[in-house]
């Protein structure tokens, strides 16, 4: 069984930055597509970002596009999310996740239990 564990939330004022980390725990991480989803209040989860394990190609949603970055270091089992330019509109919990897969479209088998960032106006 998978473990996902996120870090790197918190409050931070419109117009700053955070970065967010996801460390799994077991070593054939290189071979897992990644992905942030987020969750605001009383909204629907909504994917974020994605980075394909076989090729290493990146997926954004429209609205972060240009403002987050999402890597991976293989060797520490660990994918990071880069948010800059962040927004109140960012506010939500942020999840990441594994699929086996390599089309960022198909289901995720391993969730994180989130971190919240709260971007204040």
């Known amino acids: 069984q998978e473990q996902l564990v996120e870090s790197g939330g918190g409050l931070v004022q419109a117009g700053g930055s955070l970065r967010l980390s996801c460390a799994a725990s077991?070593?054939?991480?290189?071979?897992?597509?990644m992905a942030w989803f987020r969750q605001a209040p009383r909204k629907e989860r909504e994917f974020v970002a994605a980075m394909t394990w076989n090729d290493g190609r990146t997926y954004y949603t429209d609205s972060v596009k240009g403002r987050f970055t999402i890597s991976r270091d293989n060797a520490k089992n660990t994918v990071y999310l880069q948010m800059n330019s962040l927004k109140p509109d960012d506010t939500a919990v942020y999840y990441c996740?594994?699929?086996?897969?390599?089309?960022?479209?198909?289901?995720?088998?391993?969730w994180g239990q989130g971190t919240q960032v709260t971007v204040s106006s």
């Open positions: 077991r070593r054939t991480f290189s071979s897992y597509t």
């Open positions: 996740a594994a699929s086996t897969s390599r089309r960022i479209d198909a289901p995720y088998a391993y």
